[in-house]
């Protein structure tokens, strides 16, 4: 089983105010690879469409014209098998592509088509012969592989399809993996459309990834869709319900969405499910913080640092907490922590030595 690992990290910023907020944590999203599932339907090597009788006979009228004024061109063969082929003349198909093969031999779909078409009029042995010409030209082409495996497999030749089958599984397994590292690359990038579009195309290719749903519903909170990224962390957890990150940027998506009770539920389930987690109570404390709890943030801001020493805002937001319940002498070592940890905040470490002052007159 192979396994791979990308981080891909997205950092929703918020103005700082006086009042506690999300601010600039990171989450990180993991984009592992671990299995598939789930089989193609064997597709023609062109998309089937609904299209209206007379616009099939004005494309096969056309490639027609097409064939005339260039005959040795394989290409103008090809797409006049196209065309006969979605109108279902599969006889005038296939001789169109036997066509385009005889002046390019090595004309991958052609000889892929020819075998779907002789499939269908059940010429399975010439089919095979066609799968097995396609995959002479391009080894790794998965639905060759997977057609002829399901040939095999009538046959009763069941060891021989099993080997097409697990090529599928390797081939689309790749492939699956190079358009989510290409959707990484884009993400950070902040090329967002194309992000998706990678993520969309790794799920197809392998619908139980359960990391690209979590991926683009990162790239729609950052957007603002938050019912559409909701709706994306979903998708992710009925694969994988015990996964803290998508618990996680679920969390974040609620909180944004204003629904803090939502949030903080998905904050604590995040931290149940990784023990430790610093993030998960420190933005469950802001919650806390926002909804006019100071006993409950308190607890959460503790649990951070526990985990996380020299967690600077955790110490910040303890703070203020504390001198909301009036628990001064914690409070002054909560802002001395946060100064000592605190480096890329210095308005924050003016306005803790600010309270320090007042603190120590108390």
């Given at each position: 089983?192979?396994?791979?690992?990308?981080?891909?990290?997205?950092?929703?910023?918020?103005?700082?105010?006086?009042?506690?907020?999300?601010?600039?944590?990171?989450?990180?999203?993991?984009?592992?690879?671990?299995?598939?599932?789930?089989?193609?339907?064997?597709?023609?090597?062109?998309?089937?469409?609904?299209?209206?009788?007379?616009?099939?006979?004005?494309?096969?009228?056309?490639?027609?014209?097409?064939?005339?004024?260039?005959?040795?061109?394989?290409?103008?063969?090809y797409n006049l098998g196209v065309a006969y082929?979605?109108?279902?003349?599969?006889?005038?198909?296939?001789?169109?592509?036997?066509?385009?093969?005889?002046?390019?031999?090595?004309?991958?779909?052609?000889?892929?088509?020819?075998?779907?078409?002789?499939?269908?009029?059940?010429?399975?042995?010439?089919?095979?012969?066609?799968?097995?010409?396609?995959?002479?030209?391009?080894?790794?082409?998965?639905?060759?592989?997977?057609?002829?495996?399901?040939?095999?497999?009538?046959?009763?030749?069941?060891?021989?399809?099993?080997?097409?089958?697990?090529?599928?599984?390797?081939?689309?397994?790749?492939?699956?993996?190079?358009?989510?590292?290409?959707?990484?690359?884009?993400?950070?990038?902040?090329?967002?459309?194309?992000?998706?579009?990678?993520?969309?195309?790794?799920?197809?290719?392998?619908?139980?990834?359960?990391?690209?749903?979590?991926?683009?519903?990162?790239?729609?909170?950052?957007?603002?869709?938050?019912?559409?990224?909701?709706?994306?962390?979903?998708?992710?957890?009925?694969?994988?319900?015990?996964?803290?990150?998508?618990?996680?940027?679920?969390?974040?998506?609620?909180?944004?969405?204003?629904?803090?009770?939502?949030?903080?539920?998905?904050?604590?389930?995040?931290?149940?499910?990784?023990?430790?987690?610093?993030?998960?109570?420190?933005?469950?404390?802001?919650?806390?913080?926002?909804?006019?709890?100071?006993?409950?943030?308190?607890?959460?801001?503790?649990?951070?640092?526990?985990?996380?020493?020299?967690?600077?805002?955790?110490?910040?937001?303890?703070?203020?907490?504390?001198?909301?319940?009036?628990?001064?002498?914690?409070?002054?070592?909560?802002?001395?922590?946060?100064?000592?940890?605190?480096?890329?905040?210095?308005?924050?470490?003016?306005?803790?030595?600010?309270?320090?002052?007042?603190?120590?007159?108390?």
């Amino acid at each position: 089983m192979n396994v791979f690992k990308n981080y891909f990290d997205v950092v929703f910023r918020r103005p700082y105010g006086d009042s506690p907020d999300l601010e600039d944590d990171i989450r990180k999203v993991r984009g592992k690879l671990i299995s598939w599932t789930g089989d193609e339907t064997p597709e023609i090597g062109f998309k089937d469409q609904h299209t209206g009788k007379n616009q099939l006979e004005k494309d096969i009228k056309n490639c027609l014209i097409s064939v005339s004024l260039d005959p040795k061109n394989p290409d103008t063969h090809y797409n006049l098998g196209v065309a006969y082929a979605k109108a279902g003349k599969l006889d005038k198909a296939i001789e169109e592509f036997l066509k385009t093969t005889r002046l390019d031999g090595d004309h991958i779909e052609a000889h892929y088509n020819i075998g779907v078409l002789l499939s269908k009029k059940g010429l399975y042995e010439n089919a095979i012969w066609e799968y097995n010409k396609v995959l002479r030209l391009q080894p790794n082409h998965y639905k060759a592989h997977y057609n002829l495996g399901l040939l095999l497999t009538n046959r009763g030749l069941l060891d021989y399809a099993m080997q097409e089958f697990e090529a599928v599984e390797r081939i689309r397994h790749d492939k699956a993996k190079e358009h989510y590292n290409r959707g990484i690359k884009f993400a950070k990038r902040e090329e967002y459309a194309n992000a998706i579009q990678e993520f969309r195309e790794a799920l197809r290719l392998k619908p139980d990834l359960y990391e690209a749903h979590n991926n683009i519903g990162v790239i729609l909170n950052d957007q603002g869709l938050v019912e559409r990224a909701i709706e994306e962390y979903n998708k992710a957890l009925t694969m994988a319900k015990e996964d803290a990150d998508v618990h996680f940027n679920l969390a974040l998506t609620y909180y944004k969405k204003g629904d803090l009770g939502e949030a903080i539920r998905e904050f604590h389930e995040s931290s149940r499910i990784r023990q430790g987690f610093a993030e998960a109570h420190y933005c469950a404390g802001l919650i806390y913080m926002d909804r006019g709890e100071p006993d409950n943030a308190v607890i959460e801001f503790e649990k951070a640092i526990m985990n996380r020493q020299d967690y600077d805002m955790a110490y910040y937001h303890l703070a203020m907490a504390l001198e909301e319940l009036e628990i001064n002498k914690e409070a002054i070592n909560a802002y001395q922590n946060f100064i000592k940890y605190a480096h890329d905040h210095p308005d924050m470490v003016r306005y803790a030595n600010s309270r320090l002052n007042e603190l120590f007159k108390k």
